[in-house]
Structures are given as structure tokens and as C-alpha cells.
């Protein structure tokens, strides 16, 4: 009896042990080290669009911001054409994976890009997602590491999108931990939503207070694409004009 119960506690332990060496395989995978972001943006098969809108949209400090690694699990919101979702998808390769979020009803030149980004190599681990706003999470995407929202936000405040629940549902599908980075164009104080629609803006303490109401806290800004030269008085998206972005990252 002794030696049966011996060997019990043996192969129990031994069991034990087993799977703390596989639970700590598991959190170094997700803990890689970070990649280059200047090597990935300097990659060969980048498209000369993607590389004409670098210098308009200065991706290194976002990516270093947000400290992507290989193996995360990440949604992007309002992926667009796909050029920051495909940024991340190469941050993340070659375990990553990347859920890019639009609606069904993307406009047509912007679907017609990101189907047109999901036939080349550097798409593999992206996956589309068509869910709605307020419902953007796909089937089988849970505990993901981070969520990023660049400048789409304040679209979905003249949208029939309903807010709370969007942030509720992000706040979700985060793991413990989780990061969520949004990015958008500055509004003056006291403008709150009032020139989402016509200068497509959104004041960053009314982005911020919806986003923490959903339970998130707010953990860092970034000022690297702050432009003080911004009159604020413009449509955001007009050609050739300064303006002012915000970045915020929030934690779960």
C-alpha cells in the first residue's frame, strides 16, 4: 500500500510539474520580445501605396506604443482598406493572428482594398470580420491581448451604433490585462460630439469618458502625432492640412 501510495504522489507530482512547464511555455510564447518595426515597415513586398501613406500617417511611434509581439491575439476596429490592420498582422506574425473589423456595409472602395489586401502574403494572419459596431467581437475571438480603434471612433457617433455597448463588448472580449488603443482627430474643448459628422472630430475627454464607463482604465497617452499648427476648424480628412490626433491606451 505504502508503494502504491508512494507512486501516486510521484506521478501526481510529476503531473503537476508537467503542466506548469507547459503553462510556462505558453506564457513565454505570448510574452516574445518585440519585433523590429522599422524592419517590418521597410519590408520588400509592402505596397507603394501603403509606403506613400507611412509618410502621412508616421506608423513607427504607434507601433512602438503599442508594443505588438508575435503571438497576440488582436482585433482592429474600423479596419478600413487594411493598412494598419495589416501593420499589425506583421507585428504579430508568424503565431498572431488579427480579426479585421468592418461592417457589412463598408463603403465600396474601402471593401474593395482590404479584399484586395487579403489576397497577398502578409494577410495570412488576418481574418476578416463583419460584425456590426456594437457587436464587433466574431465567433471563437475571446481573451484577446489588444484591441486597436484608429480614427473610427468618432464615425460611429453618427451611426446607428450604440456605444455603450460597443465599449461593453470590448471590455469582454479582453483578457485580464488587455490593452485597448484608440486613436482620433482632436476637437476643441467643449465641442464633445458636436463636429463628428461635419469635421469629423471628436473631443478626446468625451472619447475617453465613454471608453472608461465600460470599466476600462486609462493607463497612457501618446503625443506623437499632436499637431499644435492644427486650427481645429477643418474637416479632419482635407488633404495637406496639419491636424491634431490623439492616442489613448487603456487597460482591462
Do not use: C
Not at 507530482?13 to 513565454?28: E, H, M, N, R
Not at 468592418?102 to 494577410?123: Q, S, V, W
Amino acid at each position: 500500500m505504502t508503494v502504491i501510495h508512494t507512486r501516486r504522489q510521484f506521478a501526481a507530482a510529476s503531473f503537476g510539474l508537467a503542466a506548469s512547464l507547459s503553462g510556462f511555455a505558453a506564457t513565454a510564447a505570448r510574452a516574445q520580445a518585440a519585433p523590429d518595426y522599422a524592419a517590418l515597415l521597410a519590408a520588400p513586398d509592402r505596397s507603394d501605396a501603403d509606403r506613400a501613406a507611412d509618410k502621412r500617417r508616421d506608423p513607427l511611434p504607434f507601433l512602438q506604443f503599442a508594443g505588438l509581439r508575435p503571438g497576440m491575439k488582436v482585433l482592429d476596429m474600423g479596419a478600413g482598406g487594411g493598412y494598419s490592420t495589416e501593420l499589425v498582422a506583421r507585428a504579430v506574425a508568424p503565431n498572431g493572428v488579427v480579426y479585421g473589423q468592418n461592417p457589412a456595409e463598408l463603403g465600396d472602395k474601402p471593401k474593395a482594398a482590404f479584399a484586395a489586401r487579403m489576397a497577398t502574403p502578409a494577410a495570412k494572419t488576418i481574418i476578416p470580420d463583419t460584425a456590426p459596431f456594437d457587436a464587433p467581437i466574431p465567433p471563437g475571438a475571446h481573451a484577446l491581448d489588444m484591441i486597436t480603434f484608429l480614427f473610427y471612433y468618432h464615425d460611429t457617433t453618427y451611426m446607428t451604433v450604440d456605444r455603450a455597448q460597443m465599449n461593453a463588448k470590448m471590455f469582454a472580449a479582453l483578457k485580464p490585462g488587455g490593452i485597448l488603443i484608440v486613436a482620433d482627430h482632436s476637437a476643441l474643448p467643449g465641442q464633445g460630439l458636436t463636429v463628428t459628422h461635419t469635421l469629423h472630430r471628436i473631443e478626446e475627454s468625451t472619447e475617453r469618458q465613454e471608453i472608461e464607463a465600460a470599466g476600462f482604465k486609462f493607463v497612457a497617452e501618446g503625443n506623437f502625432w499632436r499637431n499644435a499648427a492644427d486650427t481645429h476648424d477643418f474637416p479632419s480628412y482635407k488633404a495637406g492640412m496639419p491636424v491634431d490626433n490623439f492616442v489613448l491606451k487603456f487597460q482591462k
